[in-house]
């Protein structure tokens, strides 16, 4: 069974980084993509970054320049690098995987399983 576990959430102030791990069981990372979602309260799941089969990685318009994804296939970790972070990033952050195949790291409906979340409130 996959399983996905967030942490690395937390309060911080306008300017300010957190750095968001993925501990993923499960999951092989030759067959299977890895991204990031958040959800504000009263808003869709968006996606934050992913990884695409290739290795190549897709953010979102508005973390562009903030916002770095990585992985550590020994550890099987996840990471999401999050500065300068602005009180629009408030949310809950999920990590999710999917079978790698066609595009779409950020298209939440590919993505077959997930975290419990990690909440980020930025103020």
């Known amino acids: 069974d996959v399983q996905l576990v967030e942490s690395g959430g937390g309060s911080v102030q306008a300017g300010g980084s957190l750095r968001l791990s993925c501990v993923a069981s499960?999951?092989?990372?030759?067959?299977?993509?890895m991204g990031w979602f958040r959800q504000a309260p009263g808003e869709e799941r968006e996606g934050v970054a992913g990884?695409?089969?290739?290795?190549?990685?897709q953010y979102a318009d508005s973390v562009k320049g903030r916002f770095t994804i990585s992985k550590d296939n020994i550890k099987n970790t996840l990471y999401l690098q999050m500065d300068s972070l602005k009180p629009e990033d408030t949310g809950l952050y999920y990590c999710?995987?999917?079978?790698?195949?066609?595009?779409?790291?950020?298209?939440?409906?590919?993505?077959?399983?997930w975290g419990q979340g990690t909440q980020v409130t930025v103020s």
């Open positions: 999710a995987a999917r079978l790698c195949g066609a595009l779409g790291s950020l298209a939440a409906h590919l993505y077959t399983n």
């Open positions: 499960g999951v092989s990372y030759w067959r299977y993509c």
């Open positions: 990884f695409e089969r290739d290795g190549l990685t």
